[in-house]
C-alpha cells in the first residue's frame, strides 16, 4: 500500500533557484537560508520517498490567460522546465508517475473533485525551487513527482477549505494505490509578501509564523481563513499559502513538526519551512 | 479568521478587495481588461518576440488588439497602469526580464521608493501591514 508519510512546505522564491545556478548559495545574502534548509536536505537523504506530490502554482510560464486549471493534476511520463524568459533553469528533467497520478486523479473525481488532468506540461520555479532547496544539485532527480498546479493567480483561487478537503481526498487516494510507496506531500509557495502596487513589499512576520503554529498539531482552523485576510495580512501574494493547506489536509487529524524555519526577507518574500508528520 | 468563503455572496467577496490600500486584485473583471496585454506580455518569453519588440516597441504593440491606453502605459513602463488596465504581475514580469530588471527592482518602481530605499526596507525586514491594511478601517 503506498502511504503518505510526511509534508514539506516551502516558500519557492525564483531567486533562490537563481543562487543555486549560479552558485551563489554561501553569499552571505544566501547563506542563512540555504543554511536554514540543510537539516531537511539531510533528512528528505535519509528518507529516499519514492514518490512526492507537489502542490505549486504556474506563473504565467506554462500556463497563459488561454486556460485557468483551478486544479490540475500532471499525469505524464515527463515535464520539461519552462524557459521563464531567461532560459531554462540548468536542473534535471522531472520525471511523473503516470500510475500513481492517473489513479488520484480517478479518485478524486469519484470523490467529488473535478480535476483538470494533463498529459503534457512544462514545470516553472514554483516546482523547481523547492526540489533544489531539498535536493540540492544532482544529475537526476532522486523522486518521482505528481505536479498538482493551483490557481492563485486569477481570482477566486480556490478556498483554504477546499484546499485542506482535497488534501483528506488526496490522502485516500493515495492509501488506495496497490503498490508499496512511501510518498510525500508539499505545500508550496508564500510566505507573505506582495509583489504590485504601492503596497508592495509587504511582510507579515506576525501572521506567518500564526499560520505555521496553526499547522501543527490537531487544530483545522487555518482552513477557515478567508481570502479576504491573505490579502489583508500577507500582501496579494500570499494567497499562495492556501496551497499549504492541501499538503496539511492530506497529513490527517493531528500533525507533528519535525523542522521549522523562518528568514526574512529573500528579494520581495518572507520564507517559510516546515515539515511535517501524521502523529 | 471567521467565515467560509461558500457562504459569502460574490458580489460581498468582490466588494472587500477595494478596501486594501495600493493594491489591485486581480478579478475576473482585470483579467478580462487585461486580457490582450498580458497575452502580449506572455508573448516575451520567446526570444525572437523580445528581439522583434526591442526593435520597434510601437510596432510590436501595434500588432496586438490592445487599447492606446494600454500601449501608452506599456511604453512608458508605468507598472501602476498596466495594472489598473487589466495586466497581471506574473504576466508583466515577462516585460521585467525583457528589460533586463530584477524582480525587486521593477516591482519597487510600484512604490514610492527608490530602489535603494525599497532593498533597505526589505532588509530591515519589509514594509509594514499597521495601517495598510484596509482604507476604510484606516489600519
Ligand atoms: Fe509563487
Known amino acids: 500500500m503506498a502511504k503518505i508519510v510526511a509534508g514539506v512546505a516551502s516558500s519557492h522564491v525564483p531567486l533562490l533557484g537563481v543562487a543555486v545556478d549560479q552558485g551563489k548559495t554561501q553569499d552571505d545574502y544566501f547563506k542563512p537560508i540555504f543554511d536554514g534548509y540543510e537539516w531537511t536536505r539531510e533528512w528528505e537523504a535519509r528518507e529516499k520517498p519514492d514518490v512526492v506530490i507537489l502542490v505549486y502554482n504556474d ?159 490537531d487544530s483545522d482552523a487555518l482552513r477557515h481563513i478567508p481570502h479576504i485576510e491573505y490579502l489583508r495580512e500577507t500582501g496579494s501574494e500570499g494567497i499562495e499559502m492556501v496551497m499549504w493547506l492541501i499538503m496539511r489536509g492530506a497529513l490527517g487529524r493531528q500533525t507533528k513538526a519535525l523542522r521549522r524555519f523562518y528568514h526574512v526577507p529573500c528579494s520581495n518574500t518572507a520564507i517559510g519551512h516546515i515539515v511535517l508528520e501524521p502523529a | 479568521m471567521s467565515g467560509t468563503l461558500g457562504k459569502q455572496s460574490i458580489h460581498e467577496y468582490l466588494a472587500q478587495f477595494d478596501d486594501i490600500p495600493g493594491t489591485r486584485v486581480y478579478t475576473a473583471a482585470r483579467a478580462r481588461k487585461g486580457y490582450h496585454l498580458n497575452q502580449f506580455a506572455m508573448s516575451l518569453m520567446k526570444p525572437e518576440n523580445r528581439t522583434r519588440f526591442k526593435a520597434g516597441e510601437r510596432a510590436y504593440l501595434d500588432g496586438w488588439p490592445l487599447t492606446e491606453e494600454q500601449k501608452q502605459a506599456v511604453l512608458a513602463r508605468d507598472y501602476n497602469r498596466m495594472l489598473d488596465l487589466g495586466g497581471n504581475v506574473y504576466f508583466l514580469s515577462k516585460l521585467f526580464s525583457t528589460d533586463g530588471l530584477s524582480f525587486a527592482e521593477a516591482v519597487s518602481s510600484m512604490t514610492d521608493m527608490t530602489f535603494e530605499q525599497y532593498k533597505a526596507m526589505m532588509n530591515a525586514g519589509g514594509r509594514s501591514p499597521e495601517g495598510v491594511r484596509s482604507i476604510e478601517q484606516g489600519n
Open chain 1, 59 to 217: 506563473h504565467a510560464s506554462f500556463f497563459d490567460m488561454k486556460i485557468i486549471p483551478t486544479f490540475a493534476i500532471g499525469c505524464g511520463e515527463r515535464f520539461n522546465i519552462c524557459d521563464e524568459g531567461w532560459g531554462p533553469r540548468p536542473v534535471p528533467v522531472v520525471e511523473g508517475h503516470p500510475d500513481l497520478a492517473w489513479h488520484i486523479a480517478q479518485s478524486l473525481i469519484l470523490d467529488e473533485f473535478d480535476m483538470t488532468v494533463v498529459n503534457e506540461m512544462d514545470v516553472d520555479h514554483g516546482l523547481t525551487v523547492p526540489m533544489s532547496m531539498m535536493f540540492g544539485q544532482p544529475d537526476k532527480w532522486p523522486v518521482k513527482v505528481v505536479p498538482l498546479a493551483v490557481n492563485v493567480v486569477t481570482y477566486p483561487p480556490p478556498s483554504g477549505n477546499r484546499c485542506w478537503a482535497l488534501g483528506e481526498a488526496i490522502k485516500r487516494a493515495v492509501e488506495s494505490f496497490p503498490e508499496d510507496l512511501n510518498v510525500q506531500i508539499w505545500g508550496t509557495g508564500g510566505m507573505s509578501h506582495q509583489i504590485q502596487g504601492p503596497r508592495a513589499g509587504l511582510i507579515n512576520q506576525e501572521w506567518d509564523n500564526m499560520f505555521l503554529d496553526g499547522l501543527v498539531g
